[in-house]
């Protein structure tokens, strides 16, 4: 029991260590005072209100969040943005959202335990309440608060006998430059990278260095807080990637992608103008037998290998509650010598959407997708153009490795092994700065004639050589 009581405390000094490093701006609240904080939290689970009476009464044992102000709902903004009307975005904010918004590297399941031990005090604003312990007042996690009203949090006991330091990631100047290279837009808001092939958005197991981390460390600038994602790319294609740069912006972003995949879900699939637009670019093997037209196939993860593995695939008849409404645009590009490039619209976003869609309903699997396309590839040949296959080959003799291993020069048609040709070249996304903006100016801001942002990301180099190879073909 004291084994696991101390593992406990550690890993809640390490928190709060990593809080008041990143909320330092936003608060003047002290590492200690976290500290003691927490530790309240975890050893005095059983303290009454009339322990608190008595810890009130003196001097420093509680700490002061920012007063209210009247805050901007990301959520209720980015349906405002996604419907293009306007909406009362301002909103009423509860006690736990508050505590959460002016302090968001603290866990929340630390605050909601704080609540939920009644440590969580409000700051009566009437003058006429003089003591402290009667301006006081305990507060629920959900109540709402009005403006100016200020949240306290308690400072009960010793901080904790031990330290701990944040693991920290530092980057040499080429491997800062390479990341900051691959930035296509950026403003107060959002920022926007070409995500190159092979690189993972996200740490896991197994995973040392991944975009997600990378951002932090060298797209901060001075920002207080590290951009964080709002949708994903697989490891391995490339293009488009957009992260919000403060905690709001990120709200926005992911509502407005959530929107998106809603409404397509509910079949609305019409004309309307769409706030959010994402086309990909891929390479497949075979034409489909229309130029243009609409996938709307359900899919549903399946566990493979005895377990070992899982896939998405596609179901006909979507009975079982785990299946995903899955809709895709199409449109052929150009087709040469067996192969086709297609302009893929997403109008939801599943896992593997592109790459099932394309495989298992159009039968045209992506070049370099040896999970949904094996069959094909096992049928790979070299391409018959030994004239065009030697001036590829001494390119790719020339390969340049980029910072972190990253390659993307070899992978094209002409090699054994092809890498995956699917790359989200544009995307058009509403400015959600002009957008915040707005709504500080006025609670019920028109989003009509909201602008628009335009990007487009280069393809990678080894798709550039198939691209350029198969165009040339064809004009022959």
Not at 88 to 101: G, P, R
Not at 159 to 177: G, M, R
Not at 354 to 369: F, K, N, Y
Request: net charge positive; charged share 25%.
């Amino acid at each position: 029991m004291p084994e696991s009581t101390l593992l406990r405390r550690f890993l809640l000094f390490q928190s709060a260590l990593l809080f008041c490093n990143r909320c330092s701006t936003r608060t003047s609240i002290s590492a200690g005072h976290i500290l003691r904080s927490l530790y309240t939290t975890t050893t005095h689970s059983s303290l009454k209100d009339q322990n608190y009476k008595d810890n009130v009464k003196k001097k420093g044992k509680w700490f002061t969040l920012p007063p209210y102000t009247s805050t901007i709902s990301g959520s209720v903004l980015g349906k405002a943005l996604s419907a293009t009307t306007a909406a009362k975005v301002a909103t009423e904010t509860t006690a736990l959202k508050w505590v959460l918004h002016c302090c968001p590297e603290l866990p929340r399941s630390l605050v909601q335990k704080l609540f939920r031990l009644r440590q969580v005090r409000r700051e009566s604003s009437n003058p006429g309440d003089q003591a402290e312990e009667q301006r006081l007042k305990r507060v629920a996690a959900k109540d709402l608060l009005d403006v100016g009203d200020r949240i306290v949090l308690p400072i009960t006991v010793q901080a904790l006998p031990f330290e701990s330091e944040k693991q920290q990631y530092s980057y040499n100047e080429e491997e800062i430059n390479f990341i900051r290279s691959l930035e296509l837009y950026k403003d107060d808001a959002i920022i926007v990278v070409n995500k190159p092939p092979g690189m993972p958005v996200q740490g896991g197991i197994g995973i040392k260095r991944s975009l997600d981390k990378l951002a932090a460390s060298c797209l901060c600038y001075d920002y207080p807080e590290s951009p964080r994602l709002v949708h994903r790319l697989d490891r391995d294609s490339s293009g488009i990637l957009v992260m919000g740069r403060t905690p709001t912006s990120t709200t926005v972003l992911h509502s407005i992608f959530r929107e998106k995949t809603f409404a397509a879900s509910n079949d609305d699939t019409g004309d309307r103008r769409r706030i959010l637009q994402r086309k990909y670019w891929a390479l497949v093997i075979g034409s489909p037998r229309h130029q243009k037209g609409l996938i709307s196939a359900s899919l549903e993860r399946v566990v493979v290998d005895n377990g070992k593995s899982d896939r998405i695939t596609v179901v006909e008849k979507a009975q079982n509650t785990s299946s995903q409404h899955a809709v895709t645009q199409y449109r052929v590009i150009e087709s040469s010598h067996g192969y086709t490039w297609l302009e893929l619209t997403p109008l939801t976003g599943r896992k593997h959407q592109l790459r099932v869609h394309c495989a298992e309903v159009l039968g045209t699997p992506i070049i370099g997708d040896y999970k949904y396309g094996w069959q094909a590839h096992r049928k790979w040949k070299h391409l018959p153009w030994s004239d065009l296959e030697k001036s590829s080959d001494e390119k790719v003799a020339c390969t340049k490795i980029f910072p972190f291993s990253i390659d993307l020069e070899s992978g094209s048609i002409f090699e054994k092994q092809p890498r995956l040709h699917l790359h989200c070249k544009q995307m058009v996304l509403p400015n959600i700065s002009q957008a915040l903006q707005g709504v500080k100016m006025s609670s019920e801001y028109d989003f009509s004639d909201l602008e628009s942002i335009e990007l487009d990301a280069a393809l990678p180099s080894y798709m550039q050589r198939s691209w350029d190879v198969l165009s040339s073909c064809s004009k022959n």
